[in-house]
T-cell receptor, first 114, second 112 residues
Framework: NAGVTQTPKFRVLKTGQSMTLLCAQDMNHEYMYWYRQDPGMGLRLIHYSVGEGTTAKGEVPDGYNVSRLKKQNFLLGLESAAPSQTSVYFC?????????????FGPGTRLTVT | GQQVMQIPQYQHVQEGEDFTTYCNSSTTLSNIQWYKQRPGGHPVFLIQLVKSGEVKKQKRLTFQFGEAKKNSSLHITATQTTDVGTYFCAGQRNTGGFKTIFGAGTRLFVKA
C-alpha cells in the first residue's frame, strides 16, 4: 500500500494563477482532509470530506475549493493564488470511526506564490 | 471558538535530559491525539487518549490526559537524537459533528 500520496511535491505560482493539488489514498478511508502548515501555527484545517461526494469547510477555507468525486481522491483547488497561500499543504485520511480516528498524512506539497 | 494551546513552542535539550510538552484546551475534549513530525517530514500518529486521567506509555514516552479532559502532556525520558522533531497534540470534540483542532506544536532540538 502506498498510503496517502500527494502531487505535486513542489510548486511555484505567480499571483493570480490557479492550480489543483491532488491527494490519493489506497486504504479505503471514508474521511479525507486538507491542512496547511505555517511556521509557528501548527496544522490548520482547510476543508474536509466525510465521504464520496461530500465536503465541508474547516478552519481556514477562504480562497480554496475542494472536490471528492471518487472515494480515493480529494482535490484542493486554488482559483486565484495569493502570496498569503504560500505554505506547506498536507492531505490526510482516516477510516471514519468518528472520534477515535487516526489520521494518516501524505508527504506534503510545498507551494510558493510570488 | 475552541482553542488548543501547546507549550513550549521550542525546547532545546542535551541528549539524556528529559522533555515535556503540554497541551491545554479551552473546552472539554472527548479525546486527544499526539503526532510527531520529523524535520522535513509529515505528521505521524503516536497515540490517542480517551479516558479522564488516562496514562499511556510507549517505551520512553509517557502520555497523560487530565482529569478534566482539558489538558494533556507528553513526557520523554532520557531524550535521544532520534527524538528530534515537532510534537503536536490534536484535541477532538463531539459537537454533533467532526471537530479536531491541532495545537501549534512543540519543536524539540536534541544536542548530542
Amino acid at each position: 500500500n502506498a498510503g496517502v500520496t500527494q502531487t505535486p511535491k513542489f510548486r511555484v505560482l505567480k499571483t493570480g494563477q490557479s492550480m489543483t493539488l491532488l491527494c490519493a489514498q489506497d486504504m479505503n478511508h471514508e474521511y479525507m482532509y486538507w491542512y496547511r502548515q505555517d511556521p509557528g501555527m501548527g496544522l490548520r484545517l482547510i476543508h474536509y470530506s466525510v465521504g464520496e461526494g461530500t465536503t465541508a469547510k474547516g478552519e481556514v477555507p477562504d480562497g480554496y475549493n475542494v472536490s471528492r468525486l471518487k472515494k480515493q481522491n480529494f482535490l484542493l483547488g486554488l482559483e486565484s493564488a495569493a502570496p498569503s497561500q504560500t505554505s506547506v499543504y498536507f492531505c490526510a485520511s482516516s477510516p471514519g470511526l468518528g472520534l477515535l480516528d487516526e489520521q494518516y498524512f501524505g508527504p506534503g506539497t510545498r507551494l510558493t506564490v510570488t | 471558538g475552541q482553542q488548543v494551546m501547546q507549550i513550549p513552542q521550542y525546547q532545546h535539550v542535551q541528549e539524556g535530559e528529559d522533555f515535556t510538552t503540554y497541551c491545554n484546551s479551552s473546552t472539554t475534549l472527548s479525546n486527544i491525539q499526539w503526532y510527531k513530525q520529523r524535520p522535513g517530514g509529515h505528521p505521524v500518529f503516536l497515540i490517542q487518549l480517551v479516558k479522564s486521567g488516562e496514562v499511556k506509555k510507549q517505551k520512553r514516552l509517557t502520555f497523560q490526559f487530565g482529569e478534566a479532559k482539558k489538558n494533556s502532556s507528553l513526557h520523554i525520558t532520557a531524550t535521544q537524537t532520534t527524538d528530534v522533531g515537532t510534537y503536536f497534540c490534536a484535541g477532538q470534540r463531539n459537537t454533533g459533528g467532526f471537530k479536531t483542532i491541532f495545537g501549534a506544536g512543540t519543536r524539540l532540538f536534541v544536542k548530542a
